[in-house]
């Protein structure tokens, strides 16, 4: 296992448009994270999940915002009528017990 | 919510010297891990430390849990060392998410 894999790791969208994110964990991790992090700031807790259970969200994710896991494997994060304020990091990670392992990120630029 | 408060911000160091990063945290916590962010953006989880203290070559942890901070350690720090440490509490209220601080930025100079 190469660890979590994000796909893709940039991408440039105009302001409306929809985009969609993809975050493969490491096999035998059963939680999976998704946060933001914008320039010079920490990372801001999105979601989670347990096997395909979305345990909690954050206000941050608005109704333009959805994440499934349908699997309990790969989950999407879906960014609808994209805006500027969208633009950031969106970091995946996952783990199996009390250490998350991040993947390298989807960089998002809303033109 | 529990809030997590990292200093300094910024820092600058000459190569070989040692430093001291702190975090402190408003809440009991069950989960506290030390990251780094290097400068392409990847974190690098070093340090699962909800109490006591580790060490990881140059690098070392500790928290107090029951006055609610850690320190991580930097021993004669090299240029790759240089990025942003991240240091991440779960309140033991909430069994799910990692909360972040803000960083403290280092820079090691050759």
Same mark, same amino acid.
């Given at each position: 296992d190469t660890g979590v894999s994000q796909d893709p790791r940039h991408k440039i969208t105009k302001r409306g448009q929809n985009v969609t994110f993809r975050c493969d964990p490491i096999s035998e991790h059963n939680r999976l994270y998704w946060y933001r992090q914008t320039l010079g700031q920490g990372p801001e807790f999105l979601t989670y999940f347990q096997n395909e259970a979305q345990l909690e969200k954050s206000r941050l994710l608005s109704d333009r915002f959805s994440a499934e896991r349908p699997k309990g494997s790969f989950s999407t994060l879906e960014i609808q009528r994209t805006e500027q304020g969208d633009s950031a990091m969106y970091l995946c990670a996952s783990s199996k017990g009390v250490g998350y392992t991040f993947g390298s990120g989807t960089r998002l630029t809303v033109v | 919510g529990i809030q997590v408060e990292q200093s300094p911000p910024d820092l600058i160091l000459q190569e070989g010297a040692n430093s001291t990063l702190r975090c402190n945290f408003s809440d009991s916590v069950n989960n506290l891990q030390w990251f780094h962010q290097n400068p392409w953006g990847q974190l690098i989880n070093l340090f699962y430390i909800?109490? !006591?203290?580790? *060490?990881? !070559?140059? #690098?070392?942890?500790?928290?107090?849990?029951?006055?609610? &901070?850690?320190? #991580? &350690?930097? @021993?004669? @720090? *090299?240029?790759?060392?240089? !990025?942003?440490?991240?240091?991440?509490?779960?309140?033991?209220?909430?069994?799910g998410k990692l909360i972040f601080g803000q960083g403290t930025t280092l820079q090691v100079k050759p």
């Open positions: - | 909800p109490s !006591g203290t580790k *060490q990881n !070559g140059r #690098l070392s942890a500790t928290t107090v849990a029951t006055e609610r &901070y850690s320190l #991580l &350690y930097i @021993s004669s @720090s *090299q240029t790759t060392d240089s !990025g942003v440490y991240f240091c991440a509490v779960m309140a033991t209220s909430n069994t």
